[in-house]
C-alpha cells in the first residue's frame, strides 16, 4: 500500500508565499506587544499624573469642573459636590442646570467673566460668586478655569477649580462691618485722629482735624505729613521717632498755625510702622487755666486781706472779753460785798436777833429787803457762772455724793415759795439710788433753777412733781409742772441766754432768761442730756439725764 503521509527523515516541501505571512505575522504580533507596553507605560503615568493632581486639589474647601462650551457638559468633582452637600460621586450635568443654582444677583456677573474670558478678552477666567448648596443656604465660591482652544482659536474645552470662600467672606463682611463703625467713631470724635504709616504718608484724618487745620480729608490722604501738620512749640517729627523707639508720647501740646493748641497722644500701631496721632483742643482749656489763675491770685489777696480784718477783729473782740472779764471780776466784788451786807442784815432785822423792831412795818420792810437782796443775788450768780463758762474758767467737779440728800435740801428751800404761793409741791425718790460722782454744787444748781422756774410759772392752787430715779448707769431727775407752757418755737427761744419768750412774759416774772441756758450748760458738762415737753396751758415736764458711776465713798 502506498502510504498518504510523508516520508519520515526528509523536510516537507513548502512555497515562499507562507513563510513570508509568518514572518509578517510575528512582527505584527511584536510591533503589537511593544504597543501594548507603551499603552501600559502611558497608562501608568496617566495614573500618577492624576493621583498627584488629586491629591493638589484635596483641599478641604476645592473642587474641580470641566465644561465642554459646544455640547454645555459640565463635569462635577466628588470634592465639590460633598462641599455642596450633595454628597455623590462625579457627576456630569450642564452648565444650565449650574447655572440654576447661582444666586440671582450673580448670574450676570458670572455669564459676563465666562464670555469674555471664551473670547479672549482675559487671559484667566476669574469670578466670586454665590451658589445654592442642597440646604438652600448659598455659599461664597471662587472659581478658576481656562479655555482649551483649536486651531481656529475656538474654545472647544474649558477645565478649571472652584473652592469655598464662605468663610472669607464672611471675615471680610465683619472686618467691613468694624471698619464702617471705627470710621463712624472717628468722623464722630471730637478730638483730631490722624493715622500716618511707616512712609510718612498720612492714611487717615478725620472731619475733626479738616475743621482744626482748615483742609479737606481728601487733598491730604496719600500726602507727607510735614505738608499738612504744621505746628510750633515742638517738634512733631521727633515726637514720631521717638513713639518709633518705642517712647511714651502722652499729652505733648503743640500750636497749629491760627492759635490754636492741640494736646497730642500718640501710639504705634499693629503694624510696627504706622502710628495713629490723637489730639485735644485744649485751647479753651489754657485760657480758662489763665483766667483761672488770675481770679486765684486776685482771690489770695482778698483772703489775705480778709484774713488780716478778721484777725483784727478777733484781737479786738478778745480785748473785750477781757476786758468783760475783768468787768465781772469786779463786779462780783463790788456786788457782792453790799448785797451780802444787805442780806445779813436784813436777815438778823427779820430774825429778831437783836430784840424785836418795835413796830410792824418795820418786819415788812426788812422782809422786802431780804427777799429783794437774795433775787438780785441769785441774778448776779448766775450772770456770774455764765461768764465764766463762756470765758472756759468754768469747771466740773466730780465727788462721791448722795442724790437723794442733795434733791430734800433744794426742795427745802424753795419749799416756802410753794406755800406762799399755794402751789402743791410733790417729791417722789425712787429706792436704790445710792451714792454716785456728780458736782454737788451744780447739781444743786440744776435742782433749784428748774423747781424754781416751774413755782415762777405755775398759777396759785397749781402743783410741781419732782421725780428722782436711777437706771443702772444713768440718774433721772424730771420736774413737772401745770403752769403755762410753751410751745415748741417759745421752748427754743427760751434756750437762749438773756431771752424770755414774752415781753409781757418779763414784766410778769422776773428773771434775766439764764435759767435754762445755764442749766444746759451743767447738763452738757457732766456729759448728759436735757429735754423739755411742754404745751401751752397745760404745763411743762423738763428731764435731766445725767450718765452716773457708783462710788465706794458714801456721799452727804
Request: aromatic fraction near 6%; glycine fraction near 8%; hydrophobic fraction near 40%.
Amino acid at each position: 500500500m502506498s502510504q498518504c503521509g510523508p516520508r519520515h527523515g526528509k523536510p516537507p516541501r513548502t512555497t515562499g508565499a507562507p513563510s513570508r505571512a509568518i514572518t509578517r505575522l510575528r512582527d505584527r504580533v511584536s510591533q503589537l506587544e511593544q504597543a501594548r507596553a507603551e499603552l501600559q507605560a502611558a497608562k501608568t503615568a496617566l495614573q500618577q499624573s492624576e493621583e498627584r493632581y488629586a491629591l493638589a486639589m484635596r483641599g478641604p474647601n476645592e473642587g474641580l469642573w470641566d465644561w465642554n462650551p459646544v455640547t454645555k457638559e459640565l463635569y462635577l468633582s466628588a470634592r465639590l459636590l460633598t462641599i455642596l452637600g450633595f454628597g455623590s460621586d462625579n457627576v456630569r450635568t450642564t452648565s444650565n442646570e449650574w447655572l440654576e443654582i447661582v444666586h440671582p444677583e450673580d448670574r450676570g456677573r458670572y455669564q459676563s467673566d465666562l464670555v469674555r474670558h471664551l473670547k479672549g478678552l482675559d487671559e484667566h477666567f476669574e469670578c466670586e460668586y454665590r451658589v445654592r448648596d442642597r440646604a438652600g443656604t448659598y455659599r461664597w465660591m471662587l472659581a478658576r478655569g481656562l479655555a482649551v482652544r483649536g486651531a481656529d482659536g475656538i474654545a472647544t474645552r474649558m477645565v478649571g477649580s472652584i473652592g469655598d470662600i464662605t468663610e472669607r467672606k464672611q471675615r471680610e463682611s465683619i472686618l467691613r462691618a468694624s471698619e464702617a463703625r471705627f470710621r463712624s467713631l472717628v468722623e464722630a470724635a471730637a478730638s483730631v485722629i490722624v493715622v500716618i504709616d511707616g512712609t510718612g504718608l498720612l492714611r487717615e484724618f478725620n472731619r475733626e482735624a479738616e475743621r482744626v487745620f482748615n483742609v479737606r480729608r481728601d487733598a491730604v490722604v496719600d500726602q507727607p505729613w510735614n505738608d499738612v501738620l504744621t505746628m510750633t512749640g515742638g517738634d512733631f517729627g521727633a515726637l514720631l521717632a521717638a513713639v518709633r523707639r518705642g517712647h511714651s508720647v502722652r499729652e505733648q501740646e503743640l500750636t497749629t498755625a491760627d492759635g490754636t493748641v492741640l494736646s497730642w497722644n500718640l501710639a504705634l500701631l499693629d503694624d510696627g510702622a504706622g502710628i495713629i496721632g490723637v489730639a485735644q483742643d485744649v485751647t479753651r482749656r489754657h485760657w480758662a487755666e489763665k483766667s483761672l489763675s488770675y481770679v486765684n491770685e486776685s482771690l489770695e489777696r482778698r483772703v489775705a486781706e480778709r484774713t488780716r480784718e478778721l484777725e483784727r477783729a478777733r484781737e479786738e473782740a478778745e480785748q473785750a472779753s477781757k476786758a468783760k472779764s475783768d468787768f465781772v471780776a469786779n463786779m462780783s466784788h463790788e456786788l457782792r460785798t453790799p448785797l451780802n451786807a444787805i442780806i445779813g442784815f436784813s436777815d438778823v432785822m427779820r430774825l429778831g436777833v437783836m430784840g424785836p423792831l418795835g413796830n410792824s412795818h418795820y418786819s415788812d420792810y426788812v422782809e422786802a429787803i431780804w427777799d429783794s437782796g437774795t433775787h438780785l443775788l441769785s441774778l448776779i450768780n448766775d450772770i456770774l457762772d455764765m461768764a465764766k463758762i463762756e470765758a472756759g474758767e468754768f469747771v466740773v467737779r466730780r465727788e462721791p455724793v448722795n442724790p437723794v440728800y442733795i434733791l430734800h435740801s433744794a426742795c427745802r428751800l424753795v419749799r416756802d415759795k410753794a406755800r406762799a404761793h399755794e402751789v402743791t409741791m410733790k417729791l417722789a425718790v425712787h429706792d436704790d439710788i445710792g451714792t454716785v460722782e456728780l458736782d454737788p454744787l451744780r447739781f444743786r444748781q440744776i435742782i433749784l433753777i428748774l423747781a424754781s422756774n416751774a413755782l415762777k410759772f405755775t398759777p396759785n392752787g397749781g402743783e410741781v412733781e419732782v421725780v428722782l430715779r436711777r437706771d443702772d448707769d444713768f440718774l433721772h431727775l424730771s420736774i413737772a409742772d401745770s403752769g403755762i407752757g410753751m410751745t415748741p418755737d417759745e421752748i427754743a427761744q427760751a434756750m437762749r441766754p438773756f431771752v424770755q419768750v414774752d415781753s409781757s412774759l418779763a414784766r410778769r416774772f422776773q428773771g434775766t432768761g439764764l435759767g435754762l441756758p445755764l442749766t444746759q450748760k451743767f447738763v452738757d458738762m457732766h456729759g448728759g442730756t436735757l429735754s423739755i415737753e411742754s404745751c401751752p396751758g397745760t404745763g411743762t415736764k423738763v428731764t435731766v439725764v445725767l450718765p452716773v458711776k457708783d462710788s465706794a465713798i458714801v456721799g452727804v
